[in-house]
């Protein structure tokens, strides 16, 4: 229970309370905390009190206000450095957690133009359009989307991709995805279909990364349209 005699104020007091029970698991991730009113009347403190000690618990990436639906305890974020190229599986294990992978497309295209002149193909070349769903442990947080050139990448159609698309091209077919082309970063919504493959709202705020990667020879290996959920990721640029 907080303390009216003590020194610290009691809007930290509480902070430090929720904060301790989220690091120590006692609230855990995605679970929602009482509202202003239930803590207010639980520790016997004003409304004003709580929602100081909430808001710099929001500001601190301890937990995330959702619009008509209350506080929930943040995902962990999974930490990325954009200027370099760290691939999904590397950038969990990171940061302790582990990826896995679900397959939802493995499909044959003619590609759009914008495609074909990325990866510096012919005219009639095809692609290799694989479409997983990735996740930190038990989140789903990326949707992946690449496209590969088929005359060199037609294998990946009947490879186990559960894991480390990266690992798999480096230890089996000796080919090292190593140099990031151009890469940009928006934020977009998520459809329908993209918000059910993520298990967000339709029309949550998602991060888009679209890049060129290539391998040791410098020869496109991928374009990759990869859609992130904002909530489970954060970047750095240095």
């Known amino acids: 229970m907080l ?31 009482p509202t202003e009113v239930e803590l207010s009347e639980k520790y016997d403190i004003s409304r004003v009190t709580v929602r100081k000690a909430i808001t710099e618990l929001v500001d601190e990436g301890y937990l995330i206000k959702k619009q008509g639906k209350g506080t929930f305890v943040s995902k962990p974020k999974i930490e990325r450095k954009i200027v370099h190229l760290i691939s999904f599986s590397a950038a969990c294990e990171a940061n ?5 992978s679900k397959v939802i497309k493995r499909e044959i295209l003619q590609p759009e133009p914008e495609v074909s002149q990325l990866l510096q193909l012919d005219p009639d070349d095809l692609v290799v359009y694989i479409q997983r769903v990735r996740y930190a442990g038990e989140n789903p947080l990326m949707l992946e989307n690449n496209y590969f050139p088929y005359n060199k990448y037609k294998f ?13 091209l480096k230890e089996k077919h ?33 991060f888009l990364m679209k890049t060129v990667i290539f391998d040791q020879d410098h020869e496109p290996v991928h374009i990759g349209k990869q859609l992130i959920v904002g909530e489970g990721y954060k970047f750095t640029f240095s």
């Not at 020194?7 to 006692?26: A, D, F, G, T, W």
């Not at 080919?175 to 339709?202: D, F």
């Open 3 to 33: 303390s009216q005699e003590n020194k610290i104020p009691l809007y930290l007091q509480l902070k430090e309370s929720i904060r301790s029970e989220i690091v120590n698991k006692k609230l855990k991730s995605g679970e929602k905390i």
């Open 96 to 100: 302790g957690l582990k990826a896995s």
């Open 156 to 168: 990946l159609l009947n490879e186990n991709l559960d894991g480390s698309l990266y690992q798999t």
């Open 174 to 206: 000796h080919i090292h995805p190593s140099n990031p082309g151009e890469t940009t970063l928006e934020i977009v919504r998520a459809l329908e279909e993209e918000a059910q493959l993520l298990e967000v709202p339709s029309g949550e705020p998602l």
